[in-house]
């Protein structure tokens, strides 16, 4: 962030003339003369305004964000002079300088608190994408500008566009206000604000997590693994059942090499540690930890592998980071097994085929990584090396994770950015095999069968899942309209003499108006004016509207979603028939061929 830059407009364009602080310099960082140019609405002010109050974030080489008094924000691009300036840069800017610096190499992204507009502009910038094109905006009032607020501000991300796309949201907690406390001796002090405010589901969490620390066994190897910022819900689900087909191969490989008996280092069977969720995209939750036992049952899980919550193992760091991407090699590497190709010396080279080195930081002496979508501390690591396999498989990572169990000293390993490496399928064997084990916690179950009987009746029903959001400019062709989408739906409820319609969508509030208006029968959607409960966290609301959508006589979801996906897979194990499950809305559907019917390949 740039102090005190002058700025002068023209009707349809903004100048910047701003001093750019150059990073990674070290000791010869020196300052350059740029002009920032960026296109803002004429209402933006006038001249003598523009003086005060304006902001340049830069976020790239040639990028930045302006930021005007009011929180808005738009993109600026850079048009460096590459005249230096004479003066040697002051104390105060480089310490400004190493500051920056470091929070560059470290970056987290927690939700800011008491968020205004130039603090949610920021976060965007450190939750999207690399190459994507966001403006950042404040919804909602201020804590410290309305504190009798019922609902927190949230800070929006949209993809700049044609159309306005939510990329992610957080919701920005309000500086608790404590009060001093008189305490008495033989009483104990009444509860801080945090404590009374948090919810039973938050209090029952943190009580469970804390009876079920578990120190780790030195009998018992630990797999961790997680997967890149931006992974959807239903892709995790994905890409956890590859997680347990690897644990399950590793084991049998340990029960065919070692006597039953043996508990030395090579023998130790492998357990699958489940990340927490945290930041995750379309939740637009923060980066506390969410346990998988609040959202399904992790005992079911454990029948098919050995599982525990890594939240409730108590590791002080990791002693491996692995990060896996498909590579050659000319020369024979360290550790090369069956179609592990080995260890490679440069990390860089894991840096291909969409694998991401991850972002560190430093505690204790030690590195750290971020784990599990910007989770609440980053997870200590004694080492961290690039692996190259011969192929995206299965087998080409259990002979990896072969090669670490001859290694002494190794009892856990992070697997970083596991989705990256493309194993995981929608209809792949390992979803299939072991997507039946993956049951929705009971409590969310029971408010799904709540909602199914007083809002619908417990009569039969059509289900629809619609994805909106970023489909409509990633996958327009299979994403309709709502008047084709409308056609559709109607279509499907005459055809099967159904009269009412549950409908799964992220789309935006007016879209959802524009749909129920067009529709010839009741609709529904999760929502407390339909009779739903609310939930407090997205992902418990994701469990509960899939199992509602799996209940329903005929479904019909969106191309290409891993969400649908997962629910045509829950239908399955509901013993329900393909042909009531396997619709998708149509490429290029219109009002006019409501009667066409298409379907996902499936294998």
């Not at 001093?180 to 009580?207: D, H, I, L, M, N």
């Not at 856990?412 to 916690?441: E, F, N, T």
């Not at 970023?470 to 005459?494: C, F, L, M, S």
Request: proline fraction near 6%; charged fraction near 20%; include cysteine.
């Amino acid at each position: 962030m740039l102090p005190n830059p002058r700025m002068r407009c023209s009707p349809l364009e903004w100048r910047v003339f701003a001093t750019v602080v150059v990073l990674g310099g070290g000791p010869a960082a020196h300052l350059v003369s740029a002009t920032w140019i960026s296109e803002f609405p004429t209402s933006a002010g006038n001249v003598q305004s523009s003086l005060e109050g304006h902001k340049l974030v830069h976020v790239g080489a040639d990028r930045g964000i302006i930021v005007l008094p009011d929180g808005t924000g738009a993109v600026a691009q850079q048009s460096i002079q590459p005249n230096s300036v004479d003066e040697p840069p002051t104390a105060e800017l480089r310490s400004a300088v190493a500051a920056a610096k470091k929070a560059r190499d470290g970056l987290q992204a927690p939700c800011p608190q008491d968020a205004d507009g130039s603090a949610c502009i920021s976060w965007c910038r450190a939750v999207s994408p690399t190459g994507k094109s966001v403006q950042g905006r404040l919804q909602g009032d201020r804590c410290s500008t309305n504190p009798s607020a019922t609902q927190k501000p949230s800070c929006v991300c949209e993809e700049l566009g044609a159309q306005k796309v939510t990329w992610a949201m957080c919701v920005s907690a309000c500086p608790v206000k404590s009060k001093p406390t008189e305490v008495t001796e033989g009483k104990r002090p009444p509860q801080s604000p945090e404590t009374k405010t948090k919810a039973p589901s938050e209090k029952k969490a943190a009580t469970s997590s804390s009876e079920k620390v578990t120190q780790p066994n030195k009998n018992t190897r630990y797999l961790l693994y997680d997967t890149l910022f931006g992974s959807s819900f239903a892709a995790q689900l994905e890409v956890l059942f590859v997680a347990m087909q690897i644990v399950s191969e590793l084991n049998k490989k340990v029960a065919a090499d070692c006597v039953s008996t043996s508990t030395s280092p090579p023998c130790a069977r492998w357990t699958l540690a489940l990340p927490p969720w945290c930041s995750v995209v379309h939740w637009y939750s923060n980066s506390s930890r969410k346990p998988w036992r609040e959202l399904f049952d992790v005992n079911a899980l454990a029948k098919q592998v050995p599982v525990v919550e890594a939240a409730d193992l108590a590791l002080k760091s990791v002693d491996l980071v692995a990060i896996l991407a498909v590579g050659q090699s000319n020369r024979r590497l360290e550790g090369e097994q069956g179609r592990f190709v080995g260890w490679e010396q440069q990390r860089d080279a894991c840096q291909t085929g969409g694998q991401k080195l991850p972002q560190t930081s430093a505690q204790g002496g030690r590195r750290a990584v971020v784990y599990s979508g910007y989770c609440d501390g980053d997870m200590p690591a004694s080492d961290m090396r690039c692996g190259l396999l011969m192929q995206n498989s299965i087998r080409s990572v259990v002979d990896m994770m072969s090669s670490v169990r001859q290694r002494s000293g190794v009892g856990s390993v992070l697997l970083k950015h596991l989705d990256a490496l493309q194993i995981h399928s929608k209809h792949g064997s390992a979803s299939q095999q072991y997507h039946p084990a993956l049951r929705p916690a009971r409590r969310l179950v029971g408010l799904a069968d709540s909602f199914i009987r007083k809002a619908l009746g417990g009569h039969p029903f059509v289900a629809v899942h619609l994805r909106r959001n970023d489909y409509i400019q990633t996958q327009p062709g299979t994403t309709p309209t709502p008047e084709a989408a409308a056609g559709k739906i109607n279509h499907i409820v005459r055809e099967h003499g159904l009269d009412q319609v549950f409908v799964a969508t992220d789309g935006r509030p007016e879209f959802c108006e524009a749909l129920r208006s067009r529709v010839r029968v009741a609709l529904y959607y999760f929502s407390a004016e339909d009779g739903a409960e609310v939930l407090a966290h997205k992902g418990e609301e994701q469990v509960a509207i899939l199992h509602v959508l799996a209940k329903a006589t005929q479904f019909i979801g969106s191309k290409g979603s891993a969400y649908s996906a997962a629910v045509r897979r829950e239908r399955r194990h509901l013993g329900l028939s393909t042909s009531s499950s396997e619709e998708v809305f149509c490429e290029g559907l219109s009002e006019n061929d409501s009667e066409k019917r298409c379907t996902e390949k499936t294998r």
